[in-house]
T-cell receptor, first 113, second 110 residues
Framework: NAGVTQTPKFQVLKTGQSMTLQCAQD?????MYWYRQDPGMGLRLIYY???????DKGEVPNGYNVSRLNKREFSLRLESAAPSQTSVYFC????????????FGPGTRLTVL | QKEVEQNSGPLSVPEGAIASLNCTYS??????FFWYRQYSGKSPELIMF????GDKEDGRFTAQLNKASQYVSLLIRDSQPSDSATYLC??????????FGPGTRLSVLP
């Protein structure tokens, strides 16, 4: 049981380049999430997918797009990277509902020059 | 905007002491509350959750919830150097979204 996996672990981009962060979970969870974490700001929700086929914006969606490819996979795309998107990105998954914890992947450390 | 607030710290306690971490939240409709521990360079991992007013104990950890005061805390008894980490408070409102606080950095001194 791998839990939540993310690729890549590290990435350096130049301003204007694009890339896709991949996330997969093997816990059969319905809900998946993308967060970014910046120093002193905790985790901020970018996008989430309550179930396969649905996606919704979180607190900081600008500059990002997502795809819920199937129940297991949820990808995050940066179309034109900016230095302000330098951050650590975490994917998480959970069962639907108020009382279920989120399980986190190992994170992707992204630097945009 | 729903908010979750924590003292950023660092909170320093000697080994063997009780560490007290606090969290306040703004949305009175919040229903479930989670404490995550995050070591430097790692992802958050769940320590405890609490849904009802009062105390919940799990080993050296006790979570306390007071919905009237919109306050949740985490006590760590017999603190160890391995407890040194950032502790994130998370609040779940209406089923779908978690709102995380900025985290409190705890340092346990040998």
């Amino acid at each position: 049981n791998a839990g939540v996996t993310q690729t890549p672990k590290f990435q350096v981009l130049k301003t204007g380049q694009s890339m896709t962060l991949q996330c997969a979970q093997d816990m059969n969870h319905n809900s998946m999430y993308w967060y970014r974490q910046d120093p002193g700001m905790g985790l901020r929700l970018i996008y989430y997918s309550a179930s396969e086929g649905t996606t919704d914006k979180g607190e900081v969606p600008n500059g990002y797009n997502v795809s819920r490819l199937n129940k297991r996979e949820f990808s995050l795309r940066l179309e034109s990277a900016a230095p302000s998107q330098t951050s650590v990105y975490f994917c998480a998954s959970s069962e639907m509902g108020t009382y279920n914890e989120q399980f986190f992947g190992p994170g992707t450390r992204l630097t945009v020059l | 905007q729903k908010e979750v607030e924590q003292n950023s710290g660092p909170l320093s306690v000697p080994e063997g002491a009780i560490a007290s971490l606090n969290c306040t939240y703004s949305d009175r409709g919040s229903q479930s509350f989670f404490w995550y521990r995050q070591y430097s360079g790692k992802s958050p991992e769940l320590i405890m959750f609490i849904y009802s007013n009062g105390d919940k104990e799990d080993g050296r950890f006790t979570a306390q919830l007071n919905k009237a005061s919109q306050y949740v805390s985490l006590l760590i008894r017999d603190s160890q150097p391995s407890d040194s980490a950032t502790y994130l408070c998370a609040v779940n409102n209406y089923g779908q979204n978690f709102v995380f606080g900025p985290g409190t950095r705890l340092s346990v001194l040998p």
